[in-house]
């Protein structure tokens, strides 16, 4: 599969590049932002970050915005950032609302129709993107040393995609994650709208059901969850890490480290203060 460049930005002494390719899973083009730190253009193999949005966002949103090729650069890491959802597939109420449909993937793969013709984001994000640029960059990814992150759905996405497939990743975190979205009324609408309304469908997509029984690396989560005080998202209970939080302890799971920054929103401004510390999070275990 091959990828057309749209554009190489020179950013913190690496290249960000602005992707274009067809793909199999959704059935329509993807937009997709790899940033290759120095590290990779002078002929080093660099490990992966793998940085999921949120609602609304774009592959442009955290790479102008979120701050992350300042420590991955420092760090010698490569930060992949896909869309969050396909784009052009015209179906029926695509665009009819911010939470569902375009721009609102959720990072499942739809069983209902119309979407599960192209709302395939599990499969894309999980399976053949990272096999596309593994494929497409092999002097400058490595694929064995990957990690993932996001920020609210794209947090839901990190933690689920990485207490799906364990062994995948190295680590995970989130700024701000849905993290218990069949018990709230993003994920009510979201799941409802892609896998339809039995619940018992939904736990597979749900990190607060999937901590129950996850069975990782020595049951270590290797998680690192930051949460604003002042987020008025959180204090609606659209996220829920209390939640979470309590899954993991009931399961016996240790590594989750759960930090409510006081006064913090939910916006990319919290998420660029403490952007550093989730690249250094990521490389204690992508150089371990």
Same mark, same amino acid.
């Given at each position: 599969?091959?990828?057309?460049?749209?554009?190489?930005?020179?950013?913190f002494g690496g290249k960000l590049l602005k992707l274009s390719h067809q793909s199999s899973s959704t059935g329509t083009p993807m937009a #997709?932002?790899?940033?290759?730190?120095?590290?990779?253009?002078?002929?080093?193999? !660099?490990? #992966?970050?793998?940085?999921?949005?949120?609602?609304?966002?774009?592959?442009?949103?955290?790479?102008?915005?979120?701050?992350?090729?300042?420590?991955?650069?420092?760090? @010698?890491?490569? #930060? !992949?950032?896909?869309?969050?959802?396909?784009?052009?597939? $015209?179906?029926?109420?695509?665009?009819?609302?911010?939470?569902?449909?375009?721009?609102?993937?959720?990072? !499942?793969?739809?069983?209902?129709?119309?979407?599960?013709?192209?709302?395939?984001?599990?499969?894309?994000?999980?399976?053949?993107?990272?096999?596309?640029?593994?494929?497409?960059?092999?002097?400058?990814?490595?694929?064995?040393?990957?990690?993932?992150?996001?920020?609210?759905?794209?947090?839901?996405?990190?933690?689920?995609?990485?207490?799906? $497939?364990?062994?995948?990743?190295?680590?995970?975190?989130?700024?701000?994650?849905?993290? $218990?979205?069949?018990?709230?009324?993003?994920?009510?609408?979201?799941?409802?709208?892609?896998?339809?309304?039995?619940? @018992?469908?939904?736990?597979?997509?749900?990190?607060?059901?999937?901590?129950?029984?996850?069975?990782?690396?020595?049951?270590?989560?290797?998680?690192? #969850?930051? !949460?604003?005080?002042?987020? $008025?998202?959180?204090?609606?209970?659209?996220?829920?890490?209390?939640?979470f939080e309590k899954a993991v302890k009931e399961a016996g799971v240790r590594g989750l480290t759960l930090r409510y920054q006081p006064d913090?929103?939910?916006?990319?401004?919290?998420?660029?203060?403490?952007?550093?510390?989730h690249v250094d999070h990521a490389a204690k275990y992508l150089f371990a």
């Amino acid at each position: 599969m091959s990828f057309e460049t749209k554009a190489t930005i020179t950013t913190f002494g690496g290249k960000l590049l602005k992707l274009s390719h067809q793909s199999s899973s959704t059935g329509t083009p993807m937009a #997709v932002n790899l940033y290759l730190p120095p590290a990779a253009l002078s002929g080093s193999k !660099v490990p #992966v970050l793998i940085y999921l949005s949120g609602l609304t966002c774009t592959p442009e949103n955290c790479s102008e915005k979120g701050f992350f090729q300042a420590a991955a650069s420092r760090a @010698g890491i490569a #930060v !992949v950032y896909p869309d969050t959802s396909p784009r052009g597939a $015209n179906l029926p109420g695509e665009t009819d609302s911010w939470d569902f449909g375009a721009g609102a993937g959720f990072y !499942v793969d739809a069983t209902r129709d119309p979407w599960r013709a192209h709302y395939r984001m599990e499969t894309y994000i999980s399976t053949e993107l990272p096999a596309a640029l593994f494929a497409a960059f092999p002097s400058q990814l490595d694929g064995d040393r990957v990690s993932i992150t996001g920020h609210s759905m794209g947090g839901h996405g990190a933690l689920t995609l990485y207490l799906k $497939n364990p062994g995948k990743y190295r680590s995970v975190s989130a700024f701000a994650p849905i993290a $218990n979205p069949s018990r709230c009324p993003w994920g009510e609408k979201a799941f409802a709208g892609y896998l339809g309304p039995d619940r @018992g469908a939904w736990a597979a997509h749900d990190a607060t059901e999937l901590v129950r029984s996850w069975a990782g690396r020595d049951d270590d989560l290797r998680a690192l #969850v930051d !949460v604003g005080t002042g987020d $008025n998202f959180y204090k609606a209970g659209q996220l829920l890490p209390e939640n979470f939080e309590k899954a993991v302890k009931e399961a016996g799971v240790r590594g989750l480290t759960l930090r409510y920054q006081p006064d913090y929103d939910h916006s990319y401004y919290f998420m660029a203060t403490f952007s550093q510390d989730h690249v250094d999070h990521a490389a204690k275990y992508l150089f371990a």
